[in-house]
């Protein structure tokens, strides 16, 4: 074998070896995350015991929640993920915002300080129902993964691909499932996971509304791109299909056009682009 291709061979199999990692690397973050916010199962959770005086907290969680809010966005942006991609290959550019996040809700997780003033506290029952919620939520956004594609969501897919030498194609856009009822499912998973707590702190609070703005306004980013990209295919889907919040029911007839327009459609980003907002 010409030494050229062994060479391409071996960079493309290492790619694939950086994409898993960086998969199992968010798979460890998601799994800790939800201990962190269940109080349960990991060495520090969100609210473990407090030592830091409370403005001093403030700022430090403020300045973590803004760190991730940071680099979610500029690395989101078109002429960034163009220059990861020169500098790391195209079929690593998604594998490397997915380690570039690992690693900043890895410090963020590390470097929490808790602000352990009780808002509420349920107890029995209530507080059983709350944890349902609570997993339920995690299953909304673990399923929404996979609604599209949870391989090229994560950065696996490009690797792939690009290891079998075949040329990298984004996901189809779609209205089937969790997208016939809300437009980022992803996002209201996570809504009702950071907000389904038992015992809500002030640590809790801070943490749960700052990640709501941030997908508050990682939404109206991403929707400009998914209408730049997609047009009035997105712009019909916006006005007939709520953001976060889902509908209640959908009549037949416009179930069967979104089957119709999400075939049409032709490739997009939904999956990808969502996770941008997380």
Known sequence: MPEKIRTGRAAALLSVGYAVAGYLL?????????????????PKNIDSAAGTPWPAAVAIDAALL???????????????????????????????FVVAT?????????????????????????AVAVYAVFAAGWLVALGATFTISHTDLLGLRQAWWHVRGREYEPPEFTRRGMYARVRHPLMTGFLIAFWAAPTMTAGHLLFAAAATGYIG???AFEERDLIAG?????????AEVPAVIPGLWIRRGQARK?????????????????????
């Open 26 to 42: 968010a798979l460890g973050v998601l799994v800790y995350t939800i201990g962190f916010l269940a109080r349960w199962g990991v």
């Open 66 to 96: 803004l760190l991730f809010a940071v680099q979610h966005t500029v690395m989101a942006r078109g002429a960034i993920k163009r220059r990861s991609a020169r500098l790391f290959g195209a079929h690593a550019e998604r594998a490397t």
């Open 102 to 126: 690992g690693a900043v809700l890895v410090t963020l997780l590390a470097a929490w300080q808790p602000l352990p003033a009780v808002l509420w506290r349920l107890t029995g029952p209530a």
């Open 217 to 219: 306004v990682g939404i």
């Open 230 to 238: 997609l047009g009035d295919t997105y712009r019909t889907y916006r």
């Open 258 to 278: 979104q089957g119709k327009q999400g075939q049409a459609a032709g490739q997009g980003h939904l999956a990808r682009k969502e996770e941008q907002a997380a």
